[in-house]
T-cell receptor
Framework: GENVEQHPSTLSVQEGDSAVIKCTYSDSASNYFPWYKQELGKRPQLIIDIRSNVGEKKDQRIAVTLNKTAKHFSLHITETQPEDSAVYFCAASLGGANSKLTFGKGITLSVRP | DAGVIQSPRHEVTEMGQEVTLRCKPISGHDYLFWYRQTMMRGLELLIYFNNNVPIDDSGMPEDRFSAKMPNASFSTLKIQPSEPRDSAVYFC?????????????FGQGTRLTVV
């Protein structure tokens, strides 16, 4: 089955700096890659996703890039703010009728004011 | 829609007792997922249903765990007997699957503590 890994497990950046979180996946058939943000004590919520037919997607301060050859994808957050502090999960799915989402273990991002 | 609704929000029980977690998915969604979250293992998929039918239960850790979905608006996850290592936050999520609609919407979670 699919295996999704995130490294490192924690990341600390200064407010205003950029943060990059990386994930790798194992199943080359996966074609849907969402990122979820989980604030302390709350539920995970989708913040951005990308499908395998594109290499990059942006939404204001966040962007996701996908390298299908290397089987890795990354979340980029620019001009980080304290409210970006959270746990970020990447996931992979075959999409369509088999929409089982396999999550990475999450990375804790801390933005220092 | 109020989103995915889980109950209870918190559950404290003694080892050996039966625990039942409940979930109401978003109306119209045809997939329902049960996840377990711990610090050590992150978000683990336990089981998921499509149109009320269990599709993949390979993540269910032991026979002590069982899940049902008797209709499109209700699912339960049962642990019997419960053990301290079952302590975790259990999330239910639902999605409406199509090529462009694969977002999983999570409930607030049930924090289970087994003492």
């Amino acid at each position: 089955g699919e295996n999704v890994e995130q490294h490192p497990s924690t990341l600390s950046v200064q407010e205003g700096d950029s943060a990059v979180i990386k994930c790798t996946y194992s199943d080359s058939a996966s074609n849907y890659f969402p990122w979820y943000k989980q604030e302390l004590g709350k539920r995970p919520q989708l913040i951005i996703d990308i499908r395998s037919n594109v290499g990059e997607k942006k939404d204001q301060r966040i962007a996701v890039t996908l390298n299908k050859t290397a089987k890795h994808f990354s979340l980029h957050i620019t001009e980080t703010q304290p409210e970006d502090s959270a746990v970020y999960f990447c996931a992979a799915s075959l999409g369509g009728a088999n929409s089982k989402l396999t999550f990475g273990k999450g990375i804790t991002l801390s933005v220092r004011p | 829609d109020a989103g995915v609704i889980q109950s209870p929000r918190h559950e404290v029980t003694e080892m050996g007792q039966e625990v039942t977690l409940r979930c109401k998915p978003i109306s119209g969604h045809d997939y329902l997922f049960w996840y377990r979250q711990t610090m050590m293992r992150g978000l683990e998929l336990l089981i998921y249903f499509n149109n009320n039918v269990p599709i993949d239960d390979s993540g269910m850790p032991e026979d002590r765990f069982s899940a049902k979905m008797p209709n499109a608006s209700f699912s339960t996850l049962k642990i019997q007997p419960s053990e301290p290592r079952d302590s975790a936050v259990y999330f239910c999520a639902s999605s409406l699957v199509g090529f462009r609609n694969t977002e999983a919407f999570f409930g607030q979670g049930t924090r289970l503590t087994v003492v």
